[in-house]
């Protein structure tokens, strides 16, 4: 009867601690299957120094576009990036406009553009209009992309380290795909994002494990963000039991080390008294 008592607390206490963990181990969930949730965050910050553009301009005479392609014009100045194919992992290097400290780039026969802050569908309508309002080309169609988008992911993941991807939408879950998700030890519900804004470095929280996630500000992340996985306590705590572990056995390692030296040293010496 005593044994029984017992018994059955204990098993509700573990039947509680699983359930708990499997709530804190699994994404979004506290949001019902098959409900929509609103995105609010938004996903590009605009053009900054230090990106790397793809400039594509078509028109219905395709000889009228050479001079203004890079793969065609091969009087252009070109500055070439590598991009990595996140679904292959390949790198390779290709051409592209690298905007300057001063947030400017050449582009050809327009000149010297002033790029920094705008979106990229903006920049594309800029230079359309001027390629028809000065007469290069009456239907001049043009496309900008981001070809360097960099984030990088650190802390409790499979494969932490540096994400290049080409474009400027890149979602957090998606992030944490490409380096193969969180370790079973990593915490969903607090994961650090460090953001550059107006030249600050801003901190800021994100709850995996929540729908409140789509609302967040880094739920799409921006140019150059740095995402931190913190390790569960658990894992800080064996973290540091090993590390102590090794210390005393480095110590010891030490300390061996010279008794043996020492007894050589020894044996050496009493040797040559002998002789």
Partial sequence: MKVRKLFLPLAVAVLFASCRSQEE????????????????????KGIQANDLLSIYVESEEPSSTIQFNQETNKIAVTTTGTVMNPATGNTGKVPGYLVDGDGDIVFPVLGNLHVQGMSHSDLADMIAARLRDEGHINDAHVTVKLMNFKVSVLGDVAKPGEILVQGERLTIFEALSIVGDLQ???????????????????????????K????????????????Y???????????????????????????????????????????????
């Avoid at 658990?234 to 973290?239: L, S, V």
């Avoid at 480095?250 to 040559?272: C, E, G, H, N, W």
């Fill in 25 to 44: 181990i699994a994404y979004v969930n506290d949001a019902p299957r098959d409900t929509a949730v609103a995105v609010h965050g938004e996903f590009s």
């Fill in 184 to 210: 079973i030890t990593g915490l969903r519900n607090n994961v650090t994002v460090v953001r550059e804004e107006n030249g600050k470095r801003v901190v800021g929280e994100i709850d995996l494990t929540s």
């Fill in 212 to 227: 409140e996630v789509f609302g967040s500000p880094y739920y799409y992340l921006h140019q150059n963000d740095v995402i």
């Fill in 229 to 275: 996985v913190e390790p569960n306590a658990r894992k800080k705590k064996q973290a540091t039991r090993d590390m102590t572990w090794m210390s005393y056995l480095s110590s010891a390692v030490s300390v061996v080390s010279l008794a043996f030296t020492s007894l050589y040293y020894l044996t050496l010496t009493q040797r040559y008294r002998n002789q």
